[in-house]
C-alpha cells in the first residue's frame, strides 16, 4: 500500500496501521534482525527445517546459545516447531520476513 499524505484518508489509514501495538511488533521484528546469531539461524531456517543440534552444529554455537535465539524467534512468530519424538524441528514462519531479510543480504552485498 502507498500512503500520500495529502490524502487525508490515507492518513488516517497509517495513522490506525501504526498503532502502538504494531509499533512494538515492527521494533522487535528488527531487533530480531539486529542480531548476527538470530541473522543465521533465521537464513538457516529459510534453506531448510532443522533441529537444534543441527543448527548449533551447522553455525558452530552452543544448543543452549540456539535455544535462547529460538524461543525469542519463535515468540515474534517469525519461526514454528515440531516434535518427532525427542527431537524438535524448527523451520521458518514468516515469509515477509525471510523476504525482507534475502533483500538486506542483498543490499548489502550490492557493489
Do not use: P
Not at 66 to 94: A, I, M
Not at 101 to 107: F, G
Amino acid at each position: 500500500m502507498v500512503f500520500d499524505t495529502n490524502d487525508e484518508h490515507k492518513k488516517t489509514s497509517l495513522n490506525e496501521m501504526l498503532n502502538d501495538e504494531t509499533l512494538f511488533i515492527v521494533s522487535q521484528t528488527f531487533k530480531a534482525l539486529s542480531d548476527n546469531t538470530r541473522i543465521k539461524i533465521l537464513y538457516l531456517l529459510s534453506q531448510k527445517e532443522c533441529s537444534v543440534n543441527e543448527i548449533a552444529e551447522v553455525l558452530k554455537l552452543h544448543q543452549s546459545t540456539v535455544s535462547h535465539q529460538l524461543s525469542f524467534l519463535k515468540n515474534l512468530r517469525l519461526v514454528k516447531f515440531r516434535r518427532e519424538g525427542t527431537t524438535v524441528f524448527y523451520s521458518n514462519d514468516d515469509q515477509h520476513i525471510i523476504n525482507l531479510l534475502k533483500q538486506a543480504i542483498e543490499h548489502a552485498c550490492h557493489d
